[in-house]
């Protein structure tokens, strides 16, 4: 879609040098000379088109196209792809990950102003198809708040990415049982440039936790988190024992396969013809 | 009830905190003491009074089951602030001081864990949860040494949401409550707090406080007519 947008204005800039040229070969050259003694070509335009956010270059198929291996027909999953391209071609839903930092508005007949806006840090990203669903979490006035919103739903007005950026895990649940400096996220964030190109940034940081008990126990290697402090908060022996639920034999499981690259790039090529259309 | 931090308008009585942080600067685990150190503060102050009952009741093993008696409302610093007080008292005492150094060990692990168990939220609010009041009531956030409960649930399960109103157990009185954010995650776009929070309210619906920081869930604007005078407190929607 951007590409077409951008062939529209260098057309169109064409168009424009054809004119200049045009028109100053009707000008007579003498009276040229006298207006201007160096010759001063014109300045080029620099069109910055503010409007349209520049599209990702990046290959980035997002997570809930990929669907689960199961034994429904593939044609349920084929139908909803093509919803889910409906959708998006009407919103745009920007590439993000969980640990990027979102801002989303959301109609809301309550809410003043019709539209509720809620920025916070993405902590899980679930589900497949059209009822795919991604958490923010925020910290407001004290209070942690979370929204699971649902990406394709029509109540939604607009999700931003104010800053994009990878974390160490795949869900930071545990934040909820970190200190509340690493949940607090400034609802007035200016958004910060991303560059389209290039790998995503991926925020090394790890994160410090509240005294046990937590939620979950987070140190199992069930959960395998590698964006919290352990040695700040659990003794080696605590985290030996942990080690006893290590399930070693998983990584062999030869049943819970499931290989997605062909299919990932398969479905890549799909989602970009549609959306070209 | 989220208690690594202090309820609002909680003031505590002047501690000579210096040597105490003293001795509890070298212990890693404490990593934000600047929020416990208030809560040092407010236990502190129980803990005199209990001091003079110590030194006579004072047995082997009763002590230590004392100490988990009594010790298990309190915040872990509360906790370690009270062993260290029987231990530097008690140290006084060459008979005893063999029979508490296992005591001594045993503080770690109170550190590190409650002596009670929190299991994951199954229903949302239901009898004998404890509550956070988060209006500005003086009833609501006058400290006491039992968290505010629910006793009863005004609803036909006996499970309350968010609009629900509840009967309270706060400073050994009974009031009513409007449930106005909790643990368990509800509907997909509605928010989930932190902590289950409440606003005490008179029998007429009218709220006892004067101001609600905390923010509240938008979908509460439906009860317009009954509540109305919550909203209008509310200082913001989320």
Partial sequence: ??????????????????????????????????????????????????????????????????????????????????????????????????????????????????????????????????????????????QGVEICYELYSPRIQSVEVLKLEKRLDDNLMYLRDALPEYSTVDPDMKPVPFSPTGEVPVNNIKVRMRPKPWSKRWERPKFNIQGIRFDLCLTPEKMEHAQKWAEPWREYDMLKEYDTSKLEEHLLDEFQQEMSK | MDRSQPKEGTTYPPVPSATLLHILEPLPQFGLFNIQQRHLEKDLSTFKKKEK??????????????????????????????????????????????????LFVETSSIIHQRAFSVSAVAAAIQKMTRVRVVDNSSLGNTPYHRAPRVIHVYTKNGIGKVGDKVLLALKGQKKKALIVGHKMPGKRMSPRFDSNNVVLIEDNGNPTGTRIKVPLPTHLRKMEGDYSKVLAIASSFV
């Fill in chain 1, 1 to 142: 879609m951007a590409a077409k947008g951008l062939d529209k204005c260098f057309f169109s800039l064409r168009l424009l040098r054809n004119l200049q040229l045009r028109n100053e070969r009707l000008v007579s050259t003498s009276a040229c000379r006298l207006v201007d003694d160096k010759f001063i070509p014109p300045s080029k335009p620099v069109i910055i088109d503010k409007t349209q956010s520049v599209a990702s270059l990046r290959k980035f198929l997002s997570p809930e196209f990929v669907p689960p291996r199961q034994r429904t027909n593939p044609l349920k999953f084929s139908i909803e792809r093509k919803d889910m391209i409906r959708r998006r071609k009407v919103l745009n839903i920007p590439e993000f990950y969980v640990g990027s930092i979102l801002a989303v508005s959301m109609a809301d007949p309550h809410a003043s102003g019709k539209a509720n806006r809620f920025v916070g840090i993405c902590i899980q990203r679930g589900g497949k198809g059209l009822g795919a669903t991604f958490v923010l979490r925020n910290i407001i006035n004290n």
């Fill in chain 2, 53 to 102: 009952d110590l030194t006579s009741n004072l047995k082997d093993d009763s002590a230590h089951a004392w100490l988990q008696s009594q010790c298990h409302e309190y915040s872990e610093t509360g906790r370690v602030l009270c062993v260290f007080f029987i231990f530097a008292i008690v140290m006084a005492l060459p008979q005893l001081a063999r029979s508490l150094t296992g």
